[in-house]
């Protein structure tokens, strides 16, 4: 099974760009599913990205589309996420799940089940972003 370890968080301003790591270690040949989500205090863990490693679609929270983008170095067995234009609303602790794919759900990340925090079996520890204003 792949283990997830995130870093690149900080404390930055309102516009400033930030990019978060994902690095995946162990069972990096298989198929995955490769989600962003954030959660603030008091608030529930809401998805922000998702990205495939058998097609690299993609898919994006309104939040967020336009700002933010997934990319994938596969040397480094590592999943970016990269946050420009940041908002004080972004701060969050940010934390990368995954979910393995195969045949019966090769399509995971343009699913509704890709926004569902339940449905992701591996997770990292998380890394905090702070935009203040």
């Known amino acids: 099974q792949v283990q997830l370890v995130e870093s690149g968080g900080g404390q930055v301003q309102a516009g400033d760009s930030l990019r978060l790591s994902c690095a995946a270690s162990?069972?990096?040949?298989?198929?995955?599913?490769i989600a962003w989500f954030r959660q603030a205090p008091g608030k529930e863990r809401e998805a922000i990205s998702c990205?495939?490693?058998?097609?690299?679609?993609?898919w994006y929270a309104d939040s967020v589309r336009g700002r933010f983008t997934t990319t994938r170095d596969n040397a480094k067995d590592t999943i970016y996420l990269q946050m420009n234009r940041l908002k004080t609303e972004d701060s969050s602790t940010y934390y990368c799940?995954?979910?393995?794919?195969?045949?019966?759900?090769?399509?995971?990340?343009?699913?509704?089940?890709?926004?569902?925090?339940?449905?992701?079996?591996?997770w990292g520890r998380g890394t905090q972003v702070t935009v203040s204003s």
């Open positions: 799940a995954a979910e393995v794919l195969r045949p019966g759900n090769v399509a995971w990340c343009s699913g509704f089940v890709a926004r569902l925090s339940g449905e992701y079996e591996i």
């Open positions: 162990g069972s990096t040949s298989d198929y995955y599913a």
């Open positions: 990205f495939s490693t058998v097609d690299t679609s993609r």
